[in-house]
Structures are given as C-alpha cells and as structure tokens.
C-alpha cells in the first residue's frame, strides 16, 4: 500500500508525561477521504495523540506519518497546508472581526482576502462578517474556528472534541460543515465524547483506554462482537410466576428485584426475546406496571473492554 492512501498513520506510539504514559504503543491508520471516531473517556489520551499527528510534540518511540511523511522529515512543511485542525477551544483574537481573522489566517497560508471571504459563506458567518469574535456565540466562534481550519483546503481534519458545550442546534451546524468537507474527499480523525456524533459523522471507531487502543471496526459490529446483549426490564403488578422468564430464546442473565416486582433481563437479541417474553406474560396472566428496552450500546462495548463507562452517557440501570 502506497503512502498517498494512507493519510495518516501512528506507528507503536509512546508518549510519557513524567511518571504518566499517556500513550502506550497506539498503532492506528487512517486511509484518504476515511473517517474515525477515536473514543474514551478524559485522560484516555486522545488530545495527546492529535497533538502528536498535528506535529505540536514529538513521540518518545514510533513513527508518525501523514501521507507518508513525518514532521522530521524533508517536505514536512507543507504538510501544514494538507492538514486542518479544529479543537475543543480554539482561542480566537477577541478585538478582530470574523472576516479579519479569517483573513490573519488565510495568510498564514498564502491564501488572499477572497479565500477568506468564501470560508465565511461556507460556515455560514456572512451576516457576522464585522463582528468581534468575542461578542459571537459558542456555536458561531466554533464554525469559525472549523472556518480556519477549512481555509487551505485540507486533505486531512483533526478535530478534537469539536462540539463540547455546543447545543444540539449548534452541534448539527458544526456537523454539516463537517460532512461537507467529508464529500469532498477530506479524511477524519474525530474525538469526541458524544455517541451520536461518533455514529453520525463515521463509520468506524476506534477505543482508546490508558493509552492502549482496545478495540476498532463499525459500531455494529463492535457490539456484536464485545457487548453482553440487549437489556429488557419489567415491572409488575404483583409479583409473577416463574413462568414469564423460563424457557425465554436467548436469555443470558435473570435478575429479579428484591421485592419481586421487577425483573431484569439480558439478552441475546431483543427482536427474538421481547416477543416471546410478551407472549410468557400473557400466558401467566401476569399484569406489567412498565416495559422498558434498550439495545447494548457504545458505553456498554466500552465498560465491557475497559471495566468503566464513556463519561457522556449515564449509567444504565442494569450497570448500578
């Protein structure tokens, strides 16, 4: 495989902080115009990695490469012009408008006047184009923030934990943005804390847990292959014979509650259990109070490699 497909890669990557190893071996690759969510939960190491492949640190041990080449290497200059980044808190001059520090940038890249003025349409910030960036709102200053990096026309976008503290309004506009520049042929590498963006804009994840990358593939196929099934919870009226949870397709775990009223369930699969429990339940002449359902998830995956939950999502009632 040429270096032209990979556009980037991280190879046995050690990076230690004092006595913490914040990144412990991580090998991972990401091919041109791909997309990955790197998950986990805070001090996981994700940032470290990002600045690692933006080439603001340089690893202890192991190789980092975009498009073939390392930060050390000749031609590593203009990778910058390849590369945009976007993080969590990107601080912007607060007493330049927002066309003027798209402009700051623009020739930070050689770019002119009219390439900024183009970003500010395509992010949507035309009305604000005179504007202090400290009187616009957290959504306008992040899709000003993606503006920049967008400003040399990346092949590659790092953007570290892009939409925390947004609302969902402004989170979706940050994602539109986002996938624009997917369609263009413009690869990923996402972290982030929140499940639904992972899956909305990538079609893999990768976990990473202390340093150590555990697990990588499609979120379906990750909980397939890693989760402990559905979860199916009922409470009752009065407490119901033995026959609503005997014989059930696919059960994995039975727990009743403490007052014989509730059950909880795990199980296989939720299409084939849920039925057959319904069926059990009128055939017992039991009474239900409340059904509830939840298919395994992304913190289930998660507390099953590493034993603890992503931080973004509570725990569910069956992990208390």
């Known amino acids: ?34 997309a990955l969510a790197l998950l986990g939960p805070n001090g996981a190491g994700k940032t470290t990695l990002i600045e690692l492949l933006e080439g603001l640190r340089r690893p202890d041990s192991g190789a980092i490469r975009l498009f073939g080449r390392s930060w050390e290497g000749p031609g590593a200059a203009r990778l910058r012009g ?63 923030a993606l503006g920049i990096a967008m400003l040399p026309e990346p092949d590659l976008l790092l953007l570290d934990e892009p939409t925390t503290g947004l609302d969902p309004a402004a989170r979706r506009e940050v994602w539109a ?45 990750l909980l397939r292959a890693h ?31 403490a007052d014989g009223l509730g059950l909880a369930l795990r199980v296989r699969d939720l299409d084939t259990a849920l039925p057959a429990f319904i069926a ?5 002449g039991a009474r239900l109070a409340a059904l509830s359902t939840r298919r395994a998830r992304l913190d289930d995956l998660f507390v099953g490699l590493a034993g603890e939950g992503l931080p973004s999502d509570p725990a569910a009632p069956w992990g208390e």
């Open 280 to 284: 059990a339940v009128a055939r017992e």
């Open 1 to 34: 495989m040429g270096p032209e497909t990979m556009a980037l890669e991280a190879v046995d990557v050690v990076k230690t902080y004092r006595e913490v190893r914040a990144l412990d071996g991580v090998s991972l690759g990401l091919k041109t115009g791909g």
């Open 177 to 221: 943005l986002v996938e624009a520049l997917k369609r263009r042929g413009c690869a990923l590498l996402l972290t982030t804390h929140y499940m639904e963006e992972a899956e909305a804009l990538c079609p893999e994840v990768a976990l990473l847990h202390r340093g150590r990358l555990l697990a990588r593939g499609s979120v379906p196929d």
């Open 82 to 144: 390849r590369l945009g980044v976007c993080l969590q808190e990107s601080r912007l001059p607060e007493k330049l408008s927002a066309l003027e520090t798209l402009r700051l940038f623009a020739a930070f890249h050689g770019l002119g006047a009219a390439r900024a003025r183009e970003v500010l349409g395509m992010v949507g910030l035309d009305a604000k184009a005179g504007a202090w960036t400290r009187d616009l709102s957290g959504g306008q200053r992040q899709r000003l």
């Open 227 to 257: 989760t402990a099934g559905d979860r199916l919870e009922a409470r009752f009226l009065a407490p119901p014979g033995p026959g609503v949870r005997e014989g059930l397709p696919g059960v994995l775990e039975s727990r009743p509650s």
